[in-house]
């Protein structure tokens, strides 16, 4: 299966699942609004979604793929079920620890992520998010162990199960929110419980997946002998710096949501659902790119074809650009009618959809960026070089907050999400220069032509989202949320096919983007 098919295949699931996702935001919107125990739930489900990036997709996917990559190749069958089942032994144990620890701890843990809260005036709200937090700290021994088993999925090219699953955990909230919440004192709490329910729907159906492959994790009681097992100790020992270059990144979202908790009640919910609509292109996107190109970037490193290796990079920088840009600029200029259409119910206001939108156009900034670093850091991954894009992360964690400085006084929580966007396009920028100085990537020919093409359709694209924008008020359509709807569905089909019908004109054609999996 072709790199392009293979990304679709993900971008097709994970649309479904961010479409989910969306309808679970939006009957969150409508139920409690943007208020105070609305943020004390974004702030709980934030504290066990940082743990799991340190502890599973984040930091453990970049030092363990890439070696588990290595020991399909150089051994036998056994030996990667070895593997397997030292690597769940010793990250289930860990894991089981740090959420103990977590969980007694949970109102020092929200203090340090949200101490905004600790005024007496929003003690209700504190007391519901150590509550909550509690109860969401196993979710990362889920997510986790789901980490461990997307990992060797994806390296076998099973690429549908661990794309499709996110699902799982939007369904189990959606339900908690319909049915459960209306029967607890503090319904907010019901979110929680879906959380949990989610976690354990998506492991469960993973680890089926594994087992079907004949790799299921065997436990056993030697503890000690999997801690002591070679390339486990290799494991951590690059886990070490993945972790760090993951905290970093993840102490940037501890520090912005702080600052936001400071700020009118309701800025954790506005930046929380902005952050939803820019999944959307980072997942249907970068993620989708990363995770097809890390296993194809390593086997042509164990090759040593660095030809290859820099023509991977190459095709993924042209795809991002080519459907980045025009994503950037729709959630620029489109953001107004995008949050009124998803979230402009019930509880959720126009001044919530006000508020919402500027964090949207903030985002969108530095939205290349985000895309970009996801192809780009692979190309130290799949080297077994973490070291180096975690220097980066601490720079741009700096740069990150010196903007803060700047920002935050000027435009309140969307001076947040500007900072973030603006030092995500300083780490992809300085991602390039790095891969470049180190030979790792060579641009191929025709970058001319190739920006030459793309500009003038992405100004065809500019020109239709301002006509439409001129004629429509969209938070005043919510009398007729059906024709909002259909506004909205129409103004995006007119958005594809006037930018693909310009790339056309302009020359550019599928078999462009077209490769072959290593």
Avoid at 44 to 52: E, G
Avoid at 311 to 321: E, I, K, N, S
């Amino acid at each position: 299966m072709g790199l392009l098919r293979s990304a679709a295949t993900i971008s097709g699931l994970t649309l479904f699942s961010r479409i989910t996702g969306l309808l679970r935001d939006i009957l969150i919107a409508g139920t409690f609004g943007a208020g105070p125990l609305t943020d004390a739930f974004w702030v709980a489900f934030r504290i066990p979604n940082l743990l799991r990036r340190l502890f599973g997709e984040g930091a453990f996917s970049q030092a363990f793929v890439p070696i588990l990559g290595q020991v399909r190749t150089e051994h036998d069958h056994e030996a990667v079920r070895r593997l397997l089942d030292h690597v769940a032994q010793v990250l289930t144990l860990v894991l089981i620890l740090v959420t103990a620890i977590g969980i007694l701890a949970a109102p020092w843990v929200v203090t340090a992520m949200a101490s905004g809260m600790r005024t007496a005036a929003r003690e209700g709200d504190f007391i519901a998010a150590v509550w909550m937090t509690r109860a969401m700290f196993p979710y990362i021994v889920c997510m986790s162990l789901v980490a461990l088993a997307s990992g060797v999925l994806n390296t076998w090219s099973r690429f549908a199960v661990p794309a499709f699953t996110p699902v799982l955990l939007n369904l189990s909230m959606i339900g908690a929110c319909i049915l459960l919440a209306p029967r607890l004192d503090t319904p907010i709490y019901a979110l929680a419980a879906g959380v949990m329910i989610g976690g354990i729907l998506q492991l469960l159906i993973q680890w089926m997946a594994l087992r079907q492959l004949g790799l299921l994790p065997r436990y056993t009681t030697r503890v000690r002998h999997a801690w002591n097992d070679p390339i486990v100790r290799r494991i951590m020992r690059q886990m070490l710096p993945a972790i760090l270059g993951v905290s970093v990144a993840q102490l940037s979202l501890l520090i912005n949501t702080n600052i936001a908790t400071w700020l009118t009640p309701g800025s954790v919910t506005w930046l929380s659902f902005a952050d939803r609509l820019m999944e959307f292109p980072t997942a249907l996107l970068g993620v989708a790119l990363g995770t097809v190109l890390l296993p194809s970037l390593s086997a042509a490193h164990a090759d040593q074809d660095h030809d290859r290796y820099s023509a991977l990079l190459d095709w993924g920088l042209r795809l991002v650009l080519t459907l980045g840009l025009p994503a950037a600029l729709g959630m620029a200029m489109l953001s107004d009618g995008l949050v009124a259409t998803l979230f402009n119910y019930g509880a959720f206001n126009a001044h919530d959809v006000s508020q919402t939108r500027l964090a949207v156009m903030a985002y969108s900034v530095g939205l290349l960026g985000l895309l970009a670093i996801k192809i780009l850091a692979p190309g130290f991954y799949a080297k077994q070089d973490i070291r180096t894009p975690v220097r980066i992360a601490i720079f741009v964690l700096v740069l990150t907050q010196a903007f803060n400085l700047i920002f935050v006084p000027l435009y309140a929580h969307a001076g947040l999400a500007l900072s973030i966007g603006l030092g995500a396009s300083v780490n992809a920028l300085t991602l390039v220069v790095l891969l470049r100085r180190k030979n790792l990537y060579k641009p191929g020919p025709g970058w001319w032509m190739f920006t030459a093409r793309l500009v003038p359709a992405l100004a065809v694209l500019g020109a239709v989202l301002y006509a439409v924008n001129q004629q429509l008020d969209w938070v005043t359509l919510g009398a007729h949320p059906a024709l909002r709807a259909a506004y909205l569905a129409l103004t995006l089909l007119a958005c594809m096919l006037a930018y693909f019908s310009a790339l056309f004109l302009l020359g550019f054609r599928p078999s462009d983007f077209t490769r072959r999996r290593a």
